[in-house]
């Protein structure tokens, strides 16, 4: 069975830092990745789709990458804001045919101006 | 705006009582989810469906129901089966549920607590 893992937990960084967010999965024939962003109380908005064919998607600031023989994606978030401060999922598809999408627990992340 | 609605955005429940949450979306997709978000833990599929008066059973299907008369509309029902429902609901849509372009987008959330 598929297990996605995010670590950390909870990141804190300073205000225009660079930083990455790590997902790690463990069965590498997924058919696409996706990254969401969570604010307290709110549901999911989805930032970035990663097909299994695909090493890396960009939209503005954020840059996802996939490592699929290695089961690992990372987003990366440049210049960090305030606003950024969320927490951040991703989850992974199965192959051809699945339904269903495979969450992790998501990191924390704390933008400190 | 195109978009997912869900109602109520908080839900209180007595014990023995059945609730129904609402899940509408006008994107014209073919697919809706409901998932569950509880502390500390990823979402966990409850149901889906792929077609109007279709659906299957996701992971946590237990105590719950679910209906697809229509296109945009999924509502899903709290029976007093489930033993501990008070959790935080998200409805989603996809385009077509087994495209490997298919992108689920999510609604605001319901919170349901148990008094």
């Known amino acids: 069975k598929q297990e996605v893992t995010q670590i950390p937990a909870a990141l804190s960084v300073p205000e225009g830092e660079n930083l990455v967010l790590n997902c790690s999965f463990t069965?590498?024939?997924?058919?696409?990745l996706q990254w969401f962003r969570q604010d307290p109380g709110k549901g999911l908005t989805s930032l970035l789709l990663?097909?299994?064919?695909?090493r890396e998607q960009t939209s503005g600031r954020l840059n996802a990458s996939l490592d699929k023989s290695s089961g690992r994606s990372t987003l990366y978030i440049a210049a960090s804001q305030p606003g950024d401060s969320a927490t951040y999922l991703c989850?992974?598809?199965?192959?051809?045919?699945?339904?269903?999408?495979?969450f992790g627990k998501g990191t924390k992340l704390s933008v400190i101006p | 705006d195109g978009g997912i609605t869900q109602s109520p955005k908080y839900l209180f429940r007595k014990e023995g009582q059945n609730v129904t949450l609402s899940c509408e979306q006008n994107?014209?997709?073919?697919?809706m989810y409901w998932y569950r978000q509880d502390p500390g833990q990823g979402l966990r599929l409850i149901y889906y469906s792929q077609i109007v008066n279709d659906f299957q059973k996701g992971d946590i299907a237990e105590g719950y129901s679910v209906s697809r008369e229509k296109k945009e509309s999924f509502p899903l029902t709290v029976t007093s089966a489930q033993k501990n429902p008070t959790a935080f609901y998200l409805c989603a849509s996809s385009m077509i549920a087994e495209s490997s372009y298919n992108e689920q987008f999510f609604g605001p959330g319901t919170r349901l607590t148990v008094l």
């Open positions: 994107l014209n997709h073919d697919a």
């Open positions: 989850a992974v598809k199965d192959g051809a045919g699945s339904y269903q999408l495979t």
């Open positions: 990663i097909q299994s064919s695909q």
């Open positions: 069965d590498s024939a997924i058919y696409n």
